[in-house]
């Protein structure tokens, strides 16, 4: 497809100006989080370099989520100037359609789309680490970042385990329970120690106060004792209760697995993590249909100029915002399909789309 002068100019706006809204908002946004939480750095003596890695993954984290939202108010703000210079008027009067005018913002919102699909399923998910870590280390102190009490997780179909209380810190378990079933779920033995605990410099696990209990034919019961025992487990000690972030740490390939895994295992707060995965696939949708709004909007001269549009695109922004949440915190406490809390925004949002593109044709 051959860029036309028209298609150059317009997507020239379109980035140049959508570039200097991230460079004038994103350190707006640091500045902000840094004036209501250095009171709690300074306090928590946090070292400067961890401060300033804090606020690059601040950046990635937070950036990716608005640059949908970003695009959206640099598109009013560019377009509301070429309709106030009567530009667009020229551009439509001199034959072009509607739809035609509209091609080079629908390439930038694909460039754009491209942008935050690489940067939410590959580059975010790793800066997410050191950002929630920061978070609940120096600002987040004495709130849990992950359950630690009546741990019970199923490994696959036929073992399960379970922990009383848990400490990740020490990396040890308390009352520790693991049954293993047969394959016609009749269980076949069942261990239990006062705690657990992983041996990093050994790759063992250790139990102390160890029993294991196996039935033999005709139900005979043998029990094994020991005082302490060192062994191996197919699961990982992070399995016991992994991080409340933790889904927003893996990249698109290590999620996707991550659900097939909390699946197999009947995780209870399954949906929060396939949320995450369809909010990724989400963002980039979101900047096509918030494009053609902003388009729509803008296009048109009005009398209130590009302040009215501005605050139109606000509203909009505030509103997507609020739908977006509403939805995504049904999906996490309750039975709600995530993809209906994904798909009904971007919905609506849709056909408001269609409705205010066809009005500004018209």
Same mark, same amino acid.
């Given at each position: 497809?051959?860029?036309?002068?028209?298609?150059?100019?317009? @997507?020239? #706006?379109?980035?140049?100006?959508?570039?200097?809204?991230?460079?004038?908002?994103?350190?707006?946004?640091?500045?902000?989080?840094?004036?209501?939480?250095?009171?709690?750095?300074?306090?928590?003596?946090?070292? =400067?370099?961890?401060?300033?890695?804090?606020?690059?993954?601040?950046? =990635?984290?937070?950036?990716?989520?608005?640059?949908?939202?970003?695009?959206?108010? *640099?598109?009013?703000?560019?377009?509301?100037?070429?309709?106030?210079? +009567?530009?667009?008027?020229?551009?439509?009067?001199?034959?072009?359609?509607?739809? #035609?005018?509209?091609?080079?913002?629908?390439?930038?919102?694909?460039?754009?789309?491209?942008?935050?699909?690489?940067?939410?399923? %590959?580059?975010?998910?790793?800066?997410?680490?050191?950002?929630?870590?920061?978070?609940? /280390?120096?600002?987040?102190?004495?709130?849990?970042?992950?359950?630690?009490?009546?741990?019970?997780?199923?490994?696959?179909?036929?073992?399960?385990?379970?922990?009383?209380?848990?400490?990740?810190?020490?990396?040890?378990?308390?009352?520790?329970?693991?049954?293993?079933?047969?394959?016609?779920?009749?269980?076949?033995?069942?261990? *239990?120690?006062?705690?657990? !605990?992983?041996?990093?410099?050994?790759?063992?696990?250790?139990? +102390?106060?160890?029993?294991?209990? /196996?039935? !033999?034919?005709?139900?005979?019961?043998?029990?094994? +004792?020991?005082?302490?025992?060192? +062994?191996?487990?197919?699961?990982?000690?992070?399995?016991?209760?992994?991080?409340?972030?933790?889904?927003?740490?893996?990249?698109?390939?290590?999620?996707?697995? %991550?659900?097939?895994?909390?699946?197999?295992?009947?995780?209870?707060?399954?949906?929060?993590?396939?949320?995450?995965?369809?909010?990724?696939?989400?963002?980039?949708?979101?900047?096509?249909?918030?494009?053609?709004?902003?388009?729509?909007?803008?296009?048109?001269?009005?009398?209130?100029?590009?302040?009215?549009? =501005?605050?139109?695109?606000?509203?909009?922004?505030?509103?997507?915002?609020?739908?977006?949440?509403?939805?995504?915190?049904?999906?996490?406490?309750?039975?709600?399909?995530?993809?209906?809390?994904?798909?009904?925004?971007?919905?609506? %949002?849709?056909?408001?789309?269609?409705?205010? @593109?066809?009005?500004?044709? #018209?």
């Amino acid at each position: 497809m051959k860029l036309t002068i028209l298609d150059r100019y317009i @997507l020239k #706006r379109y980035l140049v100006t959508f570039m200097g809204m991230l460079l004038l908002f994103i350190p707006i946004g640091i500045m902000a989080n840094l004036a209501e939480k250095v009171g709690k750095i300074i306090d928590n003596e946090a070292p =400067l370099a961890e401060v300033v890695q804090y606020y690059g993954n601040f950046t =990635l984290v937070i950036g990716n989520l608005l640059l949908p939202i970003f695009l959206f108010l *640099s598109i009013i703000f560019f377009t509301s100037k070429l309709a106030s210079n +009567t530009e667009i008027i020229a551009i439509l009067s001199s034959g072009v359609s509607y739809g #035609r005018f509209l091609r080079p913002y629908l390439i930038g919102a694909t460039l754009v789309a491209i942008l935050i699909f690489m940067m939410g399923m %590959f580059i975010v998910p790793h800066a997410s680490i050191g950002f929630n870590e920061f978070e609940f /280390k120096y600002f987040k102190r004495g709130r849990k970042d992950r359950v630690t009490n009546n741990i019970f997780n199923q490994l696959n179909e036929r073992d399960y385990i379970y922990v009383s209380s848990f400490d990740p810190n020490r990396k040890i378990g308390y009352n520790f329970t693991y049954e293993h079933f047969d394959s016609i779920q009749k269980l076949d033995y069942k261990i *239990s120690a006062s705690n657990i !605990r992983w041996v990093e410099k050994d790759s063992v696990y250790r139990l +102390t106060n160890y029993v294991k209990r /196996k039935l !033999r034919d005709n139900d005979v019961e043998h029990m094994e +004792t020991k005082r302490r025992l060192d +062994t191996i487990f197919t699961f990982k000690i992070e399995d016991l209760t992994p991080v409340s972030y933790v889904a927003e740490t893996k990249n698109l390939f290590e999620l996707n697995e %991550f659900i097939d895994d909390q699946t197999q295992k009947g995780a209870s707060n399954i949906n929060a993590y396939v949320l995450v995965k369809y909010k990724r696939w989400a963002l980039p949708i979101a900047a096509f249909i918030l494009t053609i709004i902003a388009v729509a909007v803008s296009s048109v001269k009005r009398r209130g100029g590009m302040g009215l549009n =501005l605050a139109f695109g606000i509203g909009v922004a505030f509103i997507y915002i609020f739908f977006d949440k509403v939805f995504g915190t049904l999906a996490e406490q309750s039975g709600f399909s995530p993809l209906l809390a994904v798909i009904i925004p971007n919905m609506l %949002f849709g056909v408001f789309a269609v409705y205010m @593109l066809m009005k500004a044709k #018209r």
